[in-house]
């Protein structure tokens, strides 16, 4: 049932410039480490890597974290991109507590999902039992302290739900695009 681990957070961390001399010259943040085992790191790039995204995947969502002012209580790794990006919208509204992004470095317009950014414990406690899209990740996180961060990749989500889900999902989105509901990428 899916994997889920502590995230150690490391930071924030800097970078300091010296002259020849050894004296300070410049400071430049570098944002957070954020740390989890190996396999999980490697179990993310080949997922990535399975959506034609080369390169460290992992090194870019910790960009997209570092772009942010808080650190999300849980990064939701899902086993593939899904056509969800209208459920999630309409099932989320418009709280920022909960954000995505995708594998696919192709995809431009916000219509798939593979990554779930959960900002407090609360947002996915409200929202489990609205959808498999939450009440899976839900059933490994809700015994987790919400003083610490998590990572998680979930299992594969109900075949006949996601079948059933996307196939209304573009026209969910395009109502949702007309109500001025468009999510903004945030890769």
């Not at 989890?36 to 390169?55: K, M």
């Not at 849980?74 to 459920?87: F, M, P, Q, S, V």
Request: glycine content about 6%.
């Amino acid at each position: 049932m899916g994997f889920c681990c502590e995230m150690n957070v490391i930071g924030p961390m800097e970078m300091v410039t010296l002259d020849g001399h050894g004296v300070e010259r410049a400071r430049e943040s570098c944002g957070y480490l954020l740390a989890v085992p190996e396999e999980a790191e490697d179990a993310v790039n080949d997922i990535a890597r399975s959506c034609q995204h080369t390169g460290d995947y992992w090194g870019a969502i910790e960009r997209i974290v570092n772009s942010w002012r808080e650190i999300p209580w849980a990064l939701i790794a899902l086993d593939r991109e899904y056509k969800l990006a209208g459920h999630l919208m309409s099932t989320k509204g418009d709280t920022r507590e909960l954000r995505f992004a995708w594998y696919s470095v192709n995809r431009r317009v916000p219509t798939h999902l593979s990554w779930l950014f959960v900002m407090n414990k609360s947002i996915l406690a409200k929202l489990a039992d609205r959808s498999p899209l939450f009440g899976h990740p839900w059933a490994l996180l809700h015994d987790k302290p919400e003083d610490r961060r998590w990572f998680c990749i979930i299992d594969p989500l109900p075949e006949v739900w996601v079948n059933e889900t996307e196939s209304v999902d573009a026209e969910l989105f395009e109502s949702l695009e007309k109500k001025g509901m468009v999510p903004k990428p945030i890769i």
